[in-house]
């Protein structure tokens, strides 16, 4: 496979995020049932989804970098794709949990078992969580926000130092610089540094639109319609 269809593969999985983790689930339910019968071949069926699961989530967080944003006219906002490591590792956890949960541990006392299914079954719910629901870089005519699982950081336009308010590092990781650092607004539990953050989108790219709504106020209107969008992947291009 090549490298454009696999980012494209992934694109699909981050889309369908929804669909993908529903059908993990019960195909992980009719697992845990044939493996009453079919102990082997249900629970090595399982061991073979995680490592395949866990092992494209790692290509993913190496690969999909895409050099668009997602268009959210209704917001109005542009949207850093969604990387799908998360949606794949959510599903290698889930055959993992249920793979483990049909094993039976000779000489375990039922308080040991219970207690481990419920440590193992929160787990995964948590995982799960993270790669149910889109979290990311958000890009609208007030400002930018970096929208995380359990918190937020919002950084108005005019926080943002009037040169290189943005730094690429890597492929998908943004440096953010200040002017107003006091105008930087965080909400709940969101790890690391304000002026750091990773994106699902390519990192030049976001940081060239940054620094293009930050020099030119009169485009932030713009921010969340197609026109600007195009021009955005122009620049990008």
Not at 34 to 49: C, D, K, P, Q
Not at 223 to 235: C, D, N, V, W, Y
Request: hydrophobic content about 50%.
């Amino acid at each position: 496979m090549s490298r454009a269809a696999m980012i494209s593969a992934f694109g699909l999985v981050a889309r369908g995020r929804h669909v993908l983790l529903t059908a993990a689930f019960g195909l992980a339910v009719l697992l845990s049932i044939a493996s009453r019968e079919y102990w082997w071949l249900a629970v090595g069926a399982m061991a073979v989804l995680t490592i395949v699961l866990y092992g494209l989530s790692i290509v993913a967080i190496l690969l999909y970098h895409p050099r668009t944003v997602r268009l959210r006219p209704e917001l109005p906002a542009f949207d850093a794709p969604l990387n799908p490591n998360r949606v794949l590792l959510a599903g290698a956890f889930t055959f993992l949990g249920t793979s483990l949960v049909s094993v039976e541990h000779a000489g375990q006392s039922w308080p040991v078992r219970v207690i481990a299914t419920g440590v193992l079954a929160v787990v995964t719910l948590v995982i799960c969580y993270l790669g149910w629901r889109w979290h990311g870089v958000r890009l609208t005519p007030e400002g930018l926000s970096d929208l995380q699982p359990f918190g937020s950081v919002f950084v108005p336009w005019s926080a943002f130092a009037a040169h290189d308010p943005a730094v690429p590092i890597g492929r998908n990781q943004l440096a953010l610089y200040f002017d107003r650092p006091e105008l930087v607004v965080r909400r709940g539990i969101r790890p690391g540094s304000s002026h750091y953050l990773t994106a699902g989108a390519d990192a030049r790219l976001l940081a060239r639109m940054i620094a293009t709504y930050v020099a030119s106020p009169d485009r932030r209107a713009e921010i969340g319609t197609e026109p600007e969008l195009s021009k955005a992947e122009l620049r990008a291009g």
